[in-house]
């Protein structure tokens, strides 16, 4: 085990690079009229892929971060569906909903908060809004194995469903009952069998490292369990602690979050575990099995990297729909309102709920090229990037080459003529050796509220 102790001054906040420009970038400089123009140019022959965000969720994890609606109102859940339908309808004013559709995939909150019927009913109406779906289409749904039956598991299969993300976090009760979220071994073993019976051909479960009273005994005790389950694939999410964002957050003591140390020490771990047991690392915080299409993908080079992890299919545009979801296109972000409110008056209007984003310059696609190679694959080949942008790396980059040298030094990083390359260890903290390529981090450099910490 290395000794991560003279690590800990690598312990800064710093951006996930689901996106680059990320989130703080979008803003209302790109109009609703720019987002329509855009949407009508797209190449046609490019396909889809669609993201549905249905946030609904009972009960709160105290580590959420993602965009939830809590309710336990059966009227608002169907209410919910009567505006997505509306949404599709909208969009089918700007967009060739004819193109082939690579990907659907449900995130939330927690999809599966609506029953089978009103799943049944939601994906019929996708279905007939985007008729054309790749035979091998990669349609997947992120589901709380707390609030998952039978009747749903069957619903989903039948109309194609492929894919399914089960989320788990932690086995250990003391660390779910300081995180609010009970969820017996047995409970996540059920869903398990749900999705083998019903034919899924992907089960994913997402863990999270960086939890209170979480240390490296607890959490080989969650490996151990977690792959008991043999699942295709594994998230292992390093907590993002942002409580000036997320009021939940500040439940939790944060004298009982591990240190640094401890969680690197986790995270070398679990990789080792991960290996000895037929898993291999996929970018920053996912494994697989070696023969899973995303090792295909990076011998191809064609890894890229999403809202929702790392995915094959990169040459789609992506259209989300429902509140807070996020779009992209060759050149921009788009997301949607985040308020009900807002959401739901614009659809009134007849209009996309549009809220802001981003529309990418020259330099933006050049450092988001940069930073989601190291992202995705941990290396970047010089000269491919040379041949592409016709630009030379070098003098390009010379700050961002100049900030790596304390990498290098420490061999976290190796840097030649040809290609920029983490080593093992580096691969651990590729969240700051991307961000010397990010030009807007100098914003942000004196604030310690913007983004999570790496470690
Ligand atoms: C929308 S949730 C998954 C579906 C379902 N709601 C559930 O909890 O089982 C998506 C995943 O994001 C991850 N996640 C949520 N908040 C996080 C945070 N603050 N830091 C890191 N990962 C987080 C969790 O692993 C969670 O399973
Ligand atoms: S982790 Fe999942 S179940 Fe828990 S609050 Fe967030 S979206 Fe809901």
């Known amino acids: 085990m290395l000794d991560f102790s003279k690590f800990i001054k690598y312990s800064k906040p710093g951006p996930r690079y689901t996106s680059y420009p990320t989130a703080l970038e979008f803003s209302d400089k790109f109009t609703y009229e720019e987002y329509l123009e855009k949407l009508k140019s797209q190449d046609k022959k490019r396909p889809l892929s669609l993201y549905f965000h249905l946030p609904f969720c009972r009960n709160a994890c105290y580590f959420c971060g993602c965009n939830v609606v809590f309710t336990s109102k059966e009227d608002k859940m169907l209410r919910y569906i009567e505006y997505l339908k509306r949404e599709l309808k909208i969009l089918q004013n700007y967009v060739d909903t004819k193109r082939e559709v690579l990907q659907l995939h449900f995130g939330g909150g927690t999809p599966t908060f609506f029953s089978a019927s009103q799943l049944a009913e939601i994906i019929d109406e996708i279905k007939k809004t985007f008729p054309n779906f790749a035979k091998d289409a990669e349609i997947s749904c992120e589901i709380d194995p707390r609030h998952i039956n039978e009747e749903q598991m069957k619903v989903m299969s039948e109309r194609g469903f492929n894919r399914v993300s089960f989320g788990v976090q932690d086995f250990d009760e003391k660390v779910q009952t300081a995180v609010h979220r009970i969820q017996p071994f047995e409970i996540t073993k059920q869903a398990m069998d749900l999705a ?48 000036w964002m997320k009021k939940t957050m500040r439940k939790i003591d944060e004298t009982t979050l591990p240190r640094p140390d401890e969680k690197l020490s986790i995270m070398q771990y679990t990789i080792e575990y991960m290996t000895q047991n037929g898993y291999k690392m996929i970018g920053m915080d996912h494994f697989a099995k070696p023969d899973d299409e995303l090792f295909k993908a990076i011998e191809k080079g064609e890894l890229h990297r999403n809202f929702q992890g790392y995915t094959t299919k990169g040459g789609a545009d992506l259209i989300g729909v429902g509140l807070t979801s996020i779009g992209e296109g060759v050149d921009y972000y788009a997301q949607n309102f985040k308020d009900m409110a807002s959401y739901e008056e614009a659809i009134e209007n007849g209009k996309l709920p549009f809220e802001r984003g981003v529309v990418l310059n020259e330099d933006d696609k050049i450092r988001q090229y940069v930073i989601m190679e190291l992202m995705s694959n941990f290396k970047l080949d010089i000269k491919r990037f040379e041949k592409k942008f016709d630009v030379n790396f070098k003098e390009y980059f010379s700050d961002a080459l100049e900030a790596l040298k304390e990498y290098e030094k420490e061999d976290l990083v190796s840097i030649s003529d040809e290609k920029i390359e983490c080593s093992d260890t580096g691969t651990l903290l590729i969240r700051n050796i991307a961000q010397p390529f990010d030009a807007y981090m100098k914003k942000y450099a004196k604030s310690d509220k913007t983004f999570s910490k790496t470690v």
């Open 196 to 243: 083998r019976k019903y034919g899924m051909d992907s089960v994913n479960i997402d863990l999270i490292y960086g939890l209170p009273y979480q240390n490296l005994d607890t959490f080989k005790e969650t490996l151990k369990k977690a792959i008991s389950l043999n699942p295709d694939r594994f998230a292992v999410f390093n907590y993002a602690h942002v409580p």
